[in-house]
Structure formats: structure tokens, C-alpha cells
């Protein structure tokens, strides 16, 4: 089993550009989870997908990010236009639908200069 | 609303030295209660997860944690740490529905040679 998959790893970008970030989820699982990590904030959720239907948003910062989850298989977290603020490492999880377990990626270390 | 709480931000230890990581939960009804642990640069790992039972689970590398209901805690607990165990530990609740999980601010755990 490849695990969750993320690309790219490292992200570096000028502040105004648009940024995207994907995750492949575990395949089976049916619950999708991005999450933010920062030294300031630590962990943060920031949206989850239940069956490719966002659930809960309510982590998402501002207008300026969306998430999207066409299929099962593919998800992406869009930041536009970026700020050098949303430095941070961009984590993506997955979860057996009815098992609590996430099962984390190797996240995105995005740096916005 | 769901909170969890890690009152030790920071850790130190020498190694061979005995753990305990403080974690307490705010929620009233049924819980199922994880640690996860990040060694650094890397993903967040299931170290391990309390659903019912026996409320002294065992998991990998050595770990065990204890549920006291009456004390809304889940503290983490290993006899003898060794330097590989540095790294930041992260106590987690979800509720029965399962929907999300919360994330306790962590544990930064420094181990000395």
C-alpha cells in the first residue's frame, strides 16, 4: 500500500501567485482530511471530505483557499493569491469510512516569499 | 464543544528516563481517544488508539496509554525512553459519530544522549 500520496513536497512561491496542492488518498478510505501545521498554531483542520462531499469548512482561513475533491481518489487545496502567511506545512489524511484511524501524507512544505 | 488539552508544551529527558505525557479531554459522552506521534520532518503516525476495552492500551515502540474516565485523561506513558524518541506527540479525540478529530496542541518531547 502506497500511504497517502502528496505532491509536490516543497513549494516555493512569490506572494500573488496561486498555489495547488494535491493529495491521493488511501484507496478505500472515504474520508478525506486536509490540515495545516504551523510553530505559531500548530495543528489546524482545515476542511475534511466525507464520500467527496466537503463536510465541514469551518477551518478553512478565508476566501482565499478552496478545496476540492472531484473523486475518490484525487483532492486539491487551492490558495489564491497567496500570502507570505500561509507558510506552513499542508497536511492531507485519509480514514476508513465507520474507522477512526486518519493515516497522514508526507505533507507540503509550502514557503510563500 | 470538543477541546483537548497537553499542559506540557516541552518536554526534556535524559535517556532511560521514565514518561508521562499529560492529555485531557472536555467531552461528555462516549469518546475514542488516540496518540499520534511526529519524529521530525516527518508525518504524523498512529502510536496508538483506545476505542473500548481495557483501558490500558499498549502500542508500538513501547508505549501504553491509560483512559480515566472519571478524569476525562488519556496520559501517555513509556518506562524507558531512548533518543529516538524525540520527537512532538500529539493527543487526539473523536466522538462517537466519528465525524472529525481534534488535535491537542502537542508535546515536544527532547530526549539528551
Known amino acids: 500500500d502506497a500511504g497517502v500520496i502528496q505532491s509536490p513536497r516543497h513549494e516555493v512561491t512569490e506572494m500573488g501567485q496561486e498555489v495547488t496542492l494535491r493529495c491521493k488518498p488511501i484507496s478505500g478510505h472515504n474520508s478525506l482530511f486536509w490540515y495545516r501545521q504551523t510553530m505559531m498554531r500548530g495543528l489546524e483542520l482545515l476542511i475534511y471530505f466525507n464520500n467527496n462531499v466537503p463536510i465541514d469548512d469551518s477551518g478553512m482561513p478565508e476566501d482565499r483557499f478552496s478545496a476540492k475533491m472531484p473523486n475518490a481518489s484525487f483532492s486539491t487545496l487551492k490558495i489564491q493569491p497567496s500570502e507570505p502567511r500561509d507558510s506552513a506545512v499542508y497536511f492531507c489524511?485519509?480514514?476508513?469510512?465507520?474507522?477512526?484511524?486518519?493515516?497522514f501524507g508526507p505533507g507540503t512544505r509550502l514557503t510563500v516569499l | 464543544a470538543q477541546s483537548v488539552s497537553q499542559h506540557n508544551h516541552h518536554v526534556i529527558l535524559s535517556e532511560a528516563a521514565s514518561l508521562e505525557l499529560g492529555c485531557n479531554y472536555s467531552?461528555?459522552?462516549?469518546?475514542?481517544l488516540f496518540w499520534y506521534v511526529q519524529y521530525p520532518g516527518q508525518h504524523l503516525q498512529l502510536l496508538l488508539k483506545y476505542f473500548s476495552g481495557d483501558p490500558l492500551v499498549k502500542g508500538i515502540k513501547g508505549f501504553e496509554a491509560e483512559f480515566i474516565k472519571s478524569k476525562f485523561s488519556f496520559n501517555l506513558r513509556k518506562p524507558s525512553v531512548q533518543w529516538s524518541d524525540t520527537a512532538e506527540y500529539f493527543c487526539?479525540?473523536?466522538?462517537?459519530?466519528?465525524?472529525?478529530?481534534?488535535f491537542g496542541s502537542g508535546t515536544r518531547l527532547s530526549i539528551r544522549p
Open positions: 489524511a485519509s480514514r476508513p469510512q465507520q474507522v477512526d484511524t486518519q493515516y
Open positions: 487526539a479525540v473523536t466522538d462517537s459519530s466519528a465525524s472529525k478529530i481534534i
Open positions: 467531552y461528555g459522552g462516549t469518546v475514542n
